[in-house]
């Protein structure tokens, strides 16, 4: 993993799995299905497919290798939407596996998969997906950084592994047993924050449980209108564009910080 991440070798036909067996990505000749998004900040689409124009220089290199590269961005869903969320597995997922076929009669090149949702005649819930190939040319997606500046977070990167694996690693191996597993499991975030309003840890609870049967036996319809459900919504507008806010200058302060690590006069280039 450390091949893959920091030296990044696999895009070069570097990555040697043991001695004499490189892994090469021209080696690779069933299609390649890109899924990306724009709300995945971990792996944003510039970073998911920069790997196609480092190792197929041209689109007609790309072809030659009669390889098809096919693409496809969600709007919004995050990092670990893209595997886990249920709307994605009703949407894109079906749509995939629905035309996973056509993707070998695809002549050699890139593409974009666009899907269109249509309703059925007999007016069904579920949405029919139509899905096109749109062609492009890695012109279109290809991505210019600073390799000077990612060579200086490799060899910082290929300090710290070292150093880890030297110093740290040890020390884990040392406290890692079965006993500490349950606790640090046990004491996991998602865990504790339900513990809190548990009635089984949480005394304060004790009345709300009690009255829980009571409310849900007769619970009243609110308002769709009225001051109430403006304010509310008026208020959770305000926190959404806040933590909005608040993520834009997370990331431009992230991306200023690695100017100022890593990059030198001259040769600043944007991350985006």
Wanted: aromatic share 10%; with cysteine; charged share 25%.
């Amino acid at each position: 993993m450390s091949q893959l991440f920091i030296g990044n070798e696999i895009e070069d036909g570097e990555l040697e799995l043991h001695k004499g067996c490189h892994v090469n990505m021209k080696n690779i000749k069933n299609p390649i299905l890109i899924f990306a998004s724009e709300g995945d900040d971990i792996t944003p689409p510039y970073e998911a497919m920069s790997w196609i124009a480092a190792v197929y220089k041209t689109t007609e290199e790309l072809k030659e290798a009669g390889q098809r590269i096919i693409y496809m961005i969600d709007p919004k869903i995050g990092h670990l939407g893209i595997f886990v969320s249920a709307e994605v597995a009703r949407h894109e997922h079906n749509a995939i596996l629905g035309n996973i076929d056509r993707l070998d009669g695809l002549k050699p090149g890139l593409y974009e998969m666009k899907i269109e949702d249509t309703l059925r005649e007999e007016e069904s819930i579920e949405p029919v997906h139509e899905v096109r190939f749109e062609e492009l040319v890695i012109e279109d997606i290809a991505h210019h950084y600073n390799h000077k500046s990612f060579e200086r977070v490799r060899q910082v990167s290929e300090f710290n592994d070292k150093f880890y694996s030297e110093w740290g690693s040890p020390f884990v191996q040392i406290i890692s047993n079965p006993l500490a597993a349950r606790a640090m499991r046990w004491l996991h975030p998602m865990r504790t924050t339900r513990y809190m309003w548990s009635q089984w840890l949480n005394p304060a609870m004790w009345g709300i449980a009690a009255i829980a049967p009571y409310v849900r036996e007769h619970r009243l319809q609110t308002a769709s209108e009225g001051f109430l459900p403006m304010m509310e919504s008026k208020t959770s507008k305000l926190i959404t564009d806040g933590l909005n806010k608040l993520n834009d200058a997370i990331d431009e302060v992230a991306e200023e910080t690695f100017h100022q690590l890593y990059s030198r006069h001259g040769d600043k280039s944007s991350l985006n």
